[in-house]
């Protein structure tokens, strides 16, 4: 697993992104409510640059004729065809069974960090990579593709 630091802490708000490329492969790494989360920048939709979209928030389960608008921050919107996915745990808005990412959630205590991986029923379409915070820099790791793959095919 390739380690990357990708900044400062001070350098991605609450609210802000980062786009960098690791490995070749390029991501962006958010920052939701102080909590740390990198997806691959390609919707699963067109591979438009999914991390340059929109980050904004959704309509919510409501009443007919009700509109009640939530979850600012949360969510990332394709800007080629407004496909919306959730940042924290990758699922799509639209199509939350049929298109979803895997998520790896991070939480900082007092300088140290913990991935809790979120179990999945089916391969995600669009890659998401842990992220942790160590010393107040942003580390996002790459999983060794040959392992990965590996680990893939055997299933």
């Known amino acids: 697993m390739g380690r990357h630091v990708v900044g400062n802490v001070s350098e991605i708000i609450p609210g802000g992104r980062k786009l960098v490329v690791l490995e070749g492969i390029s991501l962006g790494v958010f920052n939701v409510n102080k909590t740390y989360f990198a997806i691959k920048n390609s919707c699963p939709h067109q591979q438009a640059p999914l991390c340059v979209g929109t980050i904004a928030g959704t309509t919510l ?10 979850r600012e921050g ?8 407004g496909w919306e996915f959730d940042i924290t745990t990758g ?3 639209y199509d939350p069974n049929g ?9 900082v205590e007092q300088g140290e960090t913990e991935l809790e991986k979120i179990d999945q029923e089916e391969p995600p379409h669009l890659e ?3 992220v942790a915070v160590e010393d107040e820099k942003v580390v996002v790791y790459i ?6 793959t590996a680990a893939v095919a055997a299933k």
């Open 99 to 107: 298109c979803w990412v895997k998520s790896y959630p991070v939480s």
């Open 91 to 93: 699922q799509s808005v």
């Open 143 to 148: 999983a060794d593709r040959t392992r990965a």
């Open 61 to 70: 389960p409501s009443k007919p004729g009700e509109y009640i608008f939530g």
């Open 128 to 130: 998401t990579y842990p």
């Open 74 to 81: 949360e969510i990332i919107r394709c800007p080629w065809h």
